[in-house]
């Protein structure tokens, strides 16, 4: 089988670590990012880096590099790595560029970007991925893979096999609304950790965090419920469950989950990387979904409403909150 040719629209953390691994293993990957990103890139070349394997470095040389939607003319898939806010200019961007039998893969969170993509993207197969793990910009041309994971896609065996072939671990899924909606429920945590300012292994080692995340999982399992919407089991707890082992003290929690601690010392999430960069963060996708599907099913969900404001205020100038006042903070809320 040919391999397949590949853009990255938005190459940033996540587009750069999916793109670098293809291009390493050789497929053709066109890198399409804002231009003083690709500046970086044609510099200094891009060195993908995990805690468990060797770095993996690639020359500029290696890189091809672009700024606008009109370089995935061309592209057998074309994988959007845009923040959720980004996703709707990006598709208008690239619908008049895209070749017939293109095939369009979200790897973002929230719910809605593939929906999205599909809308402006009428006569083109457009697919919800799910990227398990952390990845950050250590600093420019460097991008960490803070923790192990398995990528997850709707099923496509070209878009596998290429995954496959750059030592990407990936599983075709047909159940990626449920993927997302589990997903959803892990990424509450982005908040409570660009709150922090703690890398999350440290975070999420500290009770009173937990017990943050802990109430805004009730709620959105409160109301994913009311929707009668599913949440897929991802890890070793089922995601009804998971709530009370987070409120588990922290010697017994790090006994019961030790595996959700496995995580890179540095790894941050990504919501953390918006407020050091003071860009707009992604909290209407997440927390702010949840509130709107509690309000949708007359619930209301406090603690996720209050985050909103709070990281919405950290937006326009970061303050760091400890475990104990952000609890008092949300349960206050209530
Ligand atoms: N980082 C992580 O650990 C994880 C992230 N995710 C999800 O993956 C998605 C991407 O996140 P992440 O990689 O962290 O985000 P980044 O901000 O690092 O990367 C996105 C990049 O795309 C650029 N961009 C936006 N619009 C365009 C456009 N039209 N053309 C070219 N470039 C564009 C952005 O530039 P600018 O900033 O200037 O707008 C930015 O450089 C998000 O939905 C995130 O939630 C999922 C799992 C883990
Ligand atoms: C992997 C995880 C949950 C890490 O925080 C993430 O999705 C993010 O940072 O956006």
């Known amino acids: 089988m040919p ?84 996703t709707g200019a990006a598709a208008e961007g690239l619908a008049p560029h895209l070749s017939p039998g293109a095939v369009v893969v979200s790897f973002q969170n929230g719910l809605h970007n593939a929906a999205t993509l599909r809308a402006a993207l009428p006569g083109h197969t457009v697919l919800a991925g799910m990227v398990p793990y952390n990845v950050v910009q250590e600093e420019p041309g460097t991008v960490h893979q803070g923790m192990a994971g398995r990528l997850m896609t709707e099923p496509d065996d070209t878009l596998v096999a290429a995954f496959r072939a750059a030592d990407l671990a990936v599983e075709a899924r047909t159940d990626m609304s449920e993927v997302q909606h589990a997903k959803l429920l892990f990424n509450l945590n982005n908040a409570i950790n660009a709150l922090s300012g703690l890398p999350l292994r440290d975070q999420l080692g500290q009770r009173a965090y937990r017990r943050c995340l802990a109430l805004c999982q009730r709620e959105a ?28 003290p922290d010697a017994l929690f790090r006994r019961v989950a030790a595996a959700s601690l496995r995580i890179d010392a540095h790894a941050r999430s990504s919501m953390w990387e918006d407020l050091q960069r003071g860009r707009p963060t992604e909290i209407d996708s997440l927390q702010g979904e949840i509130v709107a599907l509690a309000t949708a099913h007359g619930l209301t969900a406090p603690a996720n409403a209050r985050l909103v404001a709070l990281v919405h205020e950290a937006e326009s100038g970061p303050r760091t909150w400890t475990g104990p006042q952000l609890y008092a903070e949300l349960c206050a809320a209530r």
């Open 221 to 248: 399992l409160a109301a994913y419920r009311a929707a009668a919407l599913t949440p897929a089991r991802l890890g070793p707890t089922s995601p009804g469950l998971t709530p009370y082992v987070l409120a588990l």
């Open 3 to 86: 391999k397949p040719r590949l853009a990255v629209l938005g190459a940033g953390s996540v587009g750069c670590h999916l793109g670098g691994h293809l291009a390493a293993a050789g497929h053709d990957v066109t890198f399409i990012g804002r231009p003083a990103a690709m500046d970086v890139l044609r510099e200094r070349g891009l060195t993908l880096n995990t805690s468990s394997r060797p770095p993996v470095r690639l020359a500029p040389d290696r890189l091809t590099t672009a700024t606008g939607p009109d370089a995935a003319a061309g592209a057998d898939y074309v994988l959007v790595t845009v923040k959720t806010a980004d």
